[in-house]
């Protein structure tokens, strides 16, 4: 259970001085979509993140109530937390991209994660720490509105599990889109007044995070309505379905643009598609839904369609392209409105751009 706390200095009514004023926000924990990370070392996997948006309800702490979930993840090979055990890593909850300072607001943000056994709790982010010996402090200061997003929140994790994108749902534009990267790992230090760099004793900023900078310049540049989200085997490319399909690289950059249709926003990348220079050819491609009952293949690389799938009903919902080692096939899979379409195709389409 992650409850979430901002601390702002506000004006007493009755005396007229200055306090601190602690406010509680209590989010749902329920998971929604699933994108599974790991950390690697020496080429082994050695820690799993399982990084997840929930579900969010009525009975969220206003101004959360109106269907606003989050995006964490959970360490699940440290596991919970134990009696006298100091482990900030076990859970986190995604703080960045709302970093900043509100109009007339200056709110510090503190979390605390409480464990299932009902008794340990550990503070993830302290509202205010020492940096260093002393005697310069560190705090976050968030725009409170941003730390939740609508419903629905996508999430999809690459074939490598290094990386994974979010995108947020919602009939509403201006939608956001969130990476995370499992190898960058935690800000160790902050510059203190002086400008000089000193640790901290509980590091809270996950460098992996998309920021605040990032997220915003998405929205500014894009400004959609965001349907579904996909990343490539190595989450060097991701995509946003929207009103089009944007291509963005790790730090939501504009790569490309496909011209897919409005509606039905299922797409998938080729199973072993590893960036715009991605060899061989027929590994650049990504497989689209489209408003007809056809599958469009585009090129990541030109960003152009060249060539599409015929099948019986439009696909609805989402794209899954898997590839069968043994039989060098790929299997596409995806839902109509009368089922569950099964395409096993041979692994040989190719593609016109240069």
């Known amino acids: 259970n992650i409850i979430v706390y901002s601390v702002t200095t506000v004006t007493s009514g009755t005396s007229g001085l200055p306090f601190q004023q602690r406010t509680r926000f209590d989010f749902s924990d329920r998971p929604q ?154 800000q160790l230090t902050a510059n203190d007044p002086s400008g000089v760099a000193q640790p901290l004793a509980v590091p809270v900023v996950d460098k992996g995070v998309s920021p605040a900078t990032a997220v915003s310049d998405f929205i500014a540049n894009t400004f959609a309505a965001v349907k579904g989200v996909a990343i490539n085997f190595d989450g060097t490319l991701a995509s946003i379905r929207a009103d089009s399909t944007y291509i963005i690289n790790p730090l939501l950059r504009l790569q490309g643009v496909l011209a897919t249709t409005v509606s039905n926003a299922g797409l998938d990348f080729h199973p072993l598609n590893t960036g715009p220079n991605s060899f061989p050819l027929n590994t650049r491609l990504v497989f689209a839904a489209s408003s007809e009952p056809l599958i469009e293949i585009f090129d990541t690389h030109c960003y152009q369609r060249v060539s599409s799938i015929p099948i019986r009903d439009p696909i609805i919902g989402p794209i899954k392209a898997a590839y069968r080692v043994a039989t060098g096939q790929l299997v596409l899979v995806g839902a109509t409105a009368r089922g569950v379409v099964i395409a096993q195709l041979p692994n040989t389409f190719t593609t016109t751009c240069p």
């Open 33 to 186: 979509f699933p994108a599974a990370t790991c950390i690697v070392a020496g080429g082994v996997c050695t820690e799993t993140l399982m990084a997840y948006t929930t579900t969010p309800t009525r009975g969220q702490t206003a101004p959360f109530d109106n269907r606003n979930g989050t995006i964490r993840w959970e360490n699940l090979t440290r596991g919970v937390t134990v009696a006298g055990k100091t482990d900030y890593h076990t859970s986190h909850f995604f703080f960045e991209p709302a970093s900043g300072q509100s109009a007339g607001r200056a709110d510090t943000l503190e979390i605390i994660r409480f464990d299932a056994n009902g008794i340990d709790s550990t503070v993830i982010l302290p509202y205010n720490q020492l940096m260093g010996a002393g005697p310069s402090r560190y705090s976050v200061t968030v725009r409170l509105p941003e730390l939740a997003y609508r419903d629905t929140t996508f999430a999809r994790n690459s074939g490598n599990f290094q990386r994974a994108i979010f995108g947020e749902g919602g009939s509403v534009f201006g939608s956001r889109a969130i990476a995370f990267d499992v190898d960058r790992g935690y």
